[in-house]
Every structure is written in structure tokens, then in C-alpha cells.
């Protein structure tokens, strides 16, 4: 239960923010927890490991490691896509595809117990899929109910002799030299011996190795990946260790493919804003959802807890000082602050150099950096400066390779960038936030309420739109979700007002509130660069009112700029103009060959797209 903090230390909430039915009617045997009506877009990645996973009967698919900055929806594309291989399939088929889901743990300490623990829920989920049973998966029984009912389902499995093997490595698993390999590699020899087909879907997979218990068992998935009849998949909540130490070098080097999940779209995200406000009657204004969007980097876990927390406060959202407001709540004491302080309390127990640690993480937070959203604003962080803060508040004194050193661990979990040597903050508006906060409680004993304080009249300061000017924004994150959802497709010109159809480029990035290095120095509403071509397009959500001349000059000059600032050879000019253009700017947009689209047909481009069509305002 969520209590209001006005005051006091910061509240422990569960990290859980789930949003999972309470009907347990659903299907499912690892249980997601992003209810349907709440879960948002991801459908690439869900298409992806359901088709890659349903090859391995042809004997075509890779293992493969799921890239991603913490709570970016992972764990739940994972677990749908294993209940639907579960659900979806013909067990009886020859081509059917066994899903294996597996959680390491944090607190392995010993090799017997993960390869018992390994092995059982291997057989738990290989009977449950050839017995067709959810339940044996779901009530994750104990090993004697497990050996009974395997000892009944001889003839429905693909072969008795190997799963009474399986059963008699599980009960001898304490005689072999190095039961956790065992363990790792008995999926794929089950699957090489009776040529059948296993997907091994493994999570959390930074604690395969756990540096404080001296566990590390990541060397022994070298068999595993390596085989058409078993690929393994595997995700984890640290993307650097994972890349970096774990399949980028070593035994397991080369054995992977990598694919990389982002952030939300705008889009999305603000979708995803309005579908949390609507399953928690939190009272949101359309048009502030994409502020919410952008203020939580994208992140669905930050957007999810923000709402939900609003709702809990029962707090409106209806300007942007309610999102700042609502936000130094969670991040000083709420959902975010929960689990953002217990992930890295778990990194710093990993990396075991405790309080020299914790401050260069929190002087680090405190180093100027550039914008969150252009990763070409970048500040380096200053390790001199860091080493002459550790005096001041230390009062020690620490070589800097030493603050290199611990820099570089801190970047394996995420909570740094490091390129080439060199440490920037992470782009993440939110974390960025938290560190700093953090180390003001735990580092600098500052009062809690202080803190508080101190952010809420931070982001009192932030730039305040009027909500005209986040129409445009709305409008503007439509229009860059019909670039990307159009590529390499071909468009119908009349909702351009263009007689020929277009032909869709595929974008290389599609940036909002584009900057140019040099040359102008407005801000470009949205830049799409494809190669050669790049699109430069401009969002005015004005009502009863006609765009004029200017504005499209304006706009070409923008495009100019672009085409000489990154030696472009073929420019596109797009706006959206609510209610139209004037006569002479229609006439304008002509002679130039400016794209243009009002309302209607900027609804229509959606429609065609499959996307939600624009806000009625007048409706709220
Ligand atoms: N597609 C989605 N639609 C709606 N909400 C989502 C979606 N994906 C994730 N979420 C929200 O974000 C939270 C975190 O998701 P998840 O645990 O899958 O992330 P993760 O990337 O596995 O995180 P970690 O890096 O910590 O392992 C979910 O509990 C949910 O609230
Ligand atoms: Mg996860």
C-alpha cells in the first residue's frame, strides 16, 4: 500500500509496480506482469524470438543475447514469448519447439544447489510442455511429485530411456566432479540425442556470475550456445557486464548474437502513459503525456511507476509542474526510489570497495553533463576532480587509477558510461536524477525533506510550455512514429498533397528537437536521416487558423541548413498544419515541393499505419 510522504525518510515500496490481471484466467506458465490492456508495442521483439525460436526445428537459429538499459521490458518480452511457445504450438508435432525459462539468482553460493535447482526446473518445464500440463510449471513442485509424475508420463515424452537418464543425472548430480556444468550442458544433450527442439530462455543471466560468493558458471554455457538443437537466449538487467564480461570475451566469445531493445518511441510512450492513467483512474491530460514521456527517458518502468504513484495520491496531471512535482516525489520516495536504491545497493555489494565506491558514483552524478536526449552533447567526467572532491569529503587520498578502476565497474552496471576510457553520466534523465539525491541522503547526511525540497524547485525551473505548445509536440511524435512505422514502404501522396506516391526511406535515426553541430541555432522539430536523404519536418498544431508563407520559409531554410551540414544529397520538407495552409503557402508548398498535411490526412497516414489517430481535445 502506498502512503503519501509529505515527510520522514523516504518510504520502502515494493519495487513491484506490476500491472498484471488478478484473474488467473489468462494463459500463461511464467506469469507476466504487464496486463494486456496496459502492455505496449515491443511486437518486434515478441515476432522475433517467437519466429527464431520456432526455427531450431530447421536447425537455423543462433543463440542470442538480449541488450538493454534497465527495466526497458526484457523480462516481460522473455516471458510472453515462452507462454506463447507453450500455448501456441502442437505438442505432438515433431517440429515442436520445448520453452525452458530460467531466473538465476543473486544468492547462488554453491554449484550443488544451482545445478539442482538447474536440472529440476529444466524437467518441470520439459514434462509440463509434453504432458501439455501449465500447472506442473506453475506450481513449480517439489522434486518427489516431479519424479512420480514422470515416472507415469513415459510414453508421452520423446523417448523413456532419456528421461529416466534425466531423472538418474538429477539423483546422482552430487557424484559428478562439476555438477553445474552438467547441469548447463543436459538441455542440449537431450535435444542432440532425440533430435527434438529446446529454446533455454535464461534471465538475470549478470548473476551466472557472482564475484562476492565466487560463483561463476558463465564458461560452461559454451556447449549450450553453441547448438542448432538448443540456442539459448538469455537477457539480464546489466547490460555492460553482460556484453563486456560475459559473452563479449571468453569462452563464450563470438557464440552470440546481440539484439539491442531502446527506449520507448514517444509514441509509445506517451500511449503507455495514457494506458496506466486509464487501468488507475489517475487523472491525466492527453496533452501532457508526451512531457511524461519524455521526463522518463522513455523508460516503461518510470512511466508506469510515476502514474501509478499520482493515482496512489490521488494527484492530477494536468500541467507540466504536476509531472515535476509527481516526479521529485518518486524519485526522493516512491516506486522509483525503491528500486533504483536497492539496484544499486546490489551493484555496490557486487563491486565490494563500499564507501570510495559510493562517493565517486555520487561526485561523478554531480559533474555537468549535456543533453539527455543528443548523445553528441556529451561532458566527459573530470577524474581530477573527482580525486580532489575525495579529499575534501574523504579526506583520503586515491590515485586516479584507482578512481579509473572503480569507474570502470561502476560502467559494467550501467550506472556509467565509458567510451574509449573515457566516463560520461548515462543518459538517463531519471537515474541521473536519483544518484544525485541518493548521495545527498547517504553521502553528504543531508535532510531528507531538504532533498525533496531541492529537486521539486529544480524542475520548478524547467522550461514551462503553454499547452498549445505541447499540442505541437503531440503532433510532432505522431509524425516521427509514421516515419518509422512507413519505412521502406510506399505512401500514398495525396496525404502529402503530393501527386506521386513516396517512396519511404529506411531512417538511420529519427530525432526530436534536432540540433545542428553549427549553422542555425533553432532547434529542427524533427529530423529524420536515411543515408543521403533526410527528411526535416515541422509540427503547428494551430486551430482555426491557416499556416502561412512564412512559416514554410522558415522551414526550407532549416532544410538547407541540414543538407549543408551533413553533405545531404535529397531533401524532404514536411509539415503538419492543423487547419491548413493559406492560399499562397498552398501555392508556396507547390512550387517548392513541400510535403504538407492537415488534419485529416495526417489521421489517414495513421490509420493506414495502424497507429492511433490524434487527440480530441475539445472531448476532454
Ligand atoms: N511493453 C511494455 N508495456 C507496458 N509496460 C511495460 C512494458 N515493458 C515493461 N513495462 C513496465 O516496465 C517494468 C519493467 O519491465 P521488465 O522487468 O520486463 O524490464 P527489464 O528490462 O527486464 O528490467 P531489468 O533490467 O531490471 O531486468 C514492468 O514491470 C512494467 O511495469
Ligand atoms: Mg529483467
Known amino acids: ?46 515476432d522475433y524470438y517467437y519466429r527464431v525460436s520456432l526455427q531450431t526445428s530447421q536447425r537455423l537459429t543462433m543463440s542470442n543475447v538480449l541488450l538493454g538499459y534497465r527495466r526497458m521490458g526484457k523480462t516481460e518480452i522473455f516471458r510472453r514469448v515462452v507462454n506463447k ?67 507415469k508420463a513415459m510414453a508421452n515424452v520423446p523417448s523413456s530411456e532419456t528421461l529416466n537418464w534425466i531423472l538418474t543425472t538429477i539423483e546422482n548430480i552430487t557424484d559428478y566432479p562439476v555438477p553445474a556444468k552438467v547441469a548447463i550442458e543436459l538441455p542440449r544433450r537431450v535435444s542432440d540425442i532425440d533430435d527434438t527442439n529446446i529454446v533455454v530462455f535464461l534471465d538475470e543471466f549478470q548473476n551466472a556470475n557472482l564475484p562476492q560468493f565466487d560463483f561463476n558458471v558463465v564458461g560452461y554455457y559454451q556447449e549450450g550456445a553453441d547448438s542448432p538443437t538448443c540456442p539459448h537466449f538469455l537477457t539480464g538487467s546489466a ?44 487523472d491525466i491530460n492527453t496533452n501532457i503525456a508526451p512531457v511524461i514521456a519524455q521526463r522518463c527517458g522513455g523508460n516503461p518502468y518510470y512511466i508506469t511507476a510515476l502514474i501509478q504513484h499520482a493515482a496512489e495520491l490521488q494527484r492530477c496531471i494536468h500541467t507540466e509542474a504536476d509531472v515535476n512535482d509527481i516526479l521529485a516525489i518518486d524519485i526522493t520516495s516512491g516506486f522509483i526510489w525503491g528500486e533504483l536504491s536497492d539496484q544499486l545497493h546490489k ?39 573527482i580525486q580532489k572532491a575525495l579529499k575534501v569529503k574523504e579526506h583520503v587520498d586515491v590515485d586516479i587509477s584507482k578512481i579509473r578502476d572503480i569507474m570502470i565497474m561502476l560502467s559494467r552496471g550501467d550506472l556509467l558510461e565509458c567510451r574509449a576510457l573515457s ?15 541518493w548521495g545527498k541522503i547517504e553521502m553528504d547526511r543531508m535532510k531528507f525533506d531538504q532533498v525533496k525540497n531541492d529537486l521539486r524547485n529544480q524542475y520548478y525551473k524547467f522550461s514551462k510550455k503553454s499547452l498549445d505548445e505541447y499540442k505541437g509536440y503531440l503532433a510532432e511524435i505522431h509524425m ?65 487558423t491557416k499556416i502561412g508563407i512564412n512559416v514554410l520559409k522558415n522551414l526550407l531554410e532549416q532544410s538547407t541548413e541540414v543538407k549543408k551540414n551533413m553533405n545531404l544529397l535529397f531533401m524532404k520538407q514536411w509539415i503538419f498544419a492543423h487547419d491548413g495552409l493559406t492560399k499562397d503557402a498552398e501555392l508556396f508548398a507547390k512550387e517548392k515541393n513541400i510535403f504538407w498535411s492537415d488534419r485529416i490526412d495526417l489521421d489517414a497516414l495513421l490509420k493506414h499505419l495502424n497507429l492511433r489517430p490524434l487527440y480530441s481535445f475539445g472531448a476532454l
Request: aromatic fraction near 12%.
Open 1 to 46: 500500500m502506498l502512503v503519501a510522504t509529505s515527510k520522514g525518510k523516504p518510504m520502502n515500496y515494493s519495487n513491484d509496480i506490476n500491472t498484471e490481471d488478478v484473474s488467473n484466467n489468462q494463459k500463461w506458465i511464467v506469469k507476466n506482469r504487464v496486463s494486456d490492456d496496459v502492455f505496449t508495442n515491443r511486437v518486434n521483439f515478441l
Open 85 to 151: 511457445l507453450f500455448f501456441e504450438q502442437n505438442k505432438k508435432s515433431p517440429e515442436s519447439v520445448v520453452p525452458i525459462y530460467y531466473t538465476f539468482s543473486d544468492q547462488i553460493k554453491d554449484d550443488i544447489q544451482f545445478a539442482t535447482e538447474y536440472l529440476e526446473t529444466f524437467l518441470r518445464f520439459y514434462l509440463g510442455f509434453y504432458l501439455d500440463e501449465p500447472k506442473l510449471i506453475k506450481k513449480a513442485s517439489g522434486y518427489n511429485e516431479l519424479r512420480e509424475t514422470a515416472k
Open 239 to 282: 547490460m555492460s557486464i553482460l556484453l563486456m564480461e560475459m559473452v563479449g570475451k571468453g569462452a563464450l566469445f563470438g557464440r552470440f548474437k546481440f539484439k539491442k531493445i531502446e527506449a520507448m518511441t514517444s509514441y509509445h510512450s506517451s500511449d503507455l502513459a495514457l494506458k496506466v492513467a486509464q487501468k488507475y483512474k489517475a
Open 347 to 385: 551493484w555496490i555489494t557486487r563491486i565490494n570497495q563500499s564507501n570510495i565506491t559510493k562517493w565517486i558514483l555520487y561526485l561523478a552524478s554531480l559533474e555537468e553533463n549535456g543533453r539527455d536526449d543528443d548523445p553528441s552533447d556529451d561532458k566527459e567526467i573530470d577524474l581530477t576532480k
Open 423 to 437: 566516463f560520461f553520466r548515462i543518459k538517463d534523465p531519471v537515474l541521473s536524477d536519483f544518484i544525485k539525491v
Open 480 to 544: 516521427s512514429q509514421i516515419l518509422l512505422a512507413s519505412q521502406k514502404k510506399i505512401l500514398p501522396g495525396k496525404w502529402f498533397h503530393q501527386e506521386q506516391s513516396i517512396e519511404m526511406p529506411e531512417f538511420s535515426f529519427v530525432n526530436h528537437r534536432f540540433r545542428l553541430s553549427s549553422g542555425i541555432s533553432k532547434e529542427i522539430d524533427l529530423l529524420g536521416a536515411a543515408g543521403p536523404e533526410a527528411w526535416v519536418c515541422q509540427s503547428k498544431w494551430v486551430e482555426k
